[in-house]
């Protein structure tokens, strides 16, 4: 199990296809594959693989209640997409969570998803991230690459 997640790594990374760059939605940096293709949806940011095989979608929100503490925020995130089988995590210093979701896709295979929350009391994020099961080896750490390179940014210097 933990040679193949090395090699993994060791072979993501010498690729080129995904080098990543920095990518601002609102008030929230994210670490994106520069090669993939971008569009806007509704608010939403997606990303797409050249190869079709893989694409993420990036959400940013606010708080509708002031002074909310960011693990109580995570934790309604969580409650209100389905609390079972979060990891629970800290991503650019903030509570997140992760959980990781396989479904049988309308070509017969097997789409992963794989879910990122956080929340820092003021803003939310998330970053959900579809595979074909398939191509795991190509995207899974791909996928944990951009959903753990989330940071919010602090608007006048707090």
């Known amino acids: 199990m ?14 080129s296809a995904d080098s990543l760059a920095q990518f601002q939605v609102k008030n929230v940096g994210v ?24 694409y993420f979608l990036v959400d940013v929100g606010s708080v509708q209640t002031a002074g909310m503490k960011a693990q109580v925020c995570v ?12 990891e629970r995590l800290k991503v650019g210093g903030q509570p997140a969570a992760k959980r990781l979701d396989s479904d049988n896709s309308t070509n017969g295979g097997v789409v992963d998803t794989v879910t990122y929350v956080g929340c820092d009391g003021r803003t939310t994020w998330s970053v959900v991230f579809h595979l074909e099961q ?16 989330v940071k919010i940014q602090r608007a006048g210097g707090k």
Do not use: H, Y
Not at 36 to 54: L, M
């Open 31 to 54: 670490q994106v594959p520069a090669a993939w293709n971008r569009s806007v949806e509704d608010g939403t940011t997606k990303f797409t693989a050249p190869s079709g095989d893989a």
């Open 75 to 86: 934790d309604k995130i969580v409650a209100g997409i389905g609390g079972a089988n979060w």
């Open 2 to 15: 933990m040679l193949g997640t090395i090699l993994t790594v060791v072979m993501a990374a010498g690729g």
């Open 134 to 149: 398939r191509k795991k080896e190509r995207f899974a750490a791909l996928a944990d690459k951009v959903g753990t390179s």
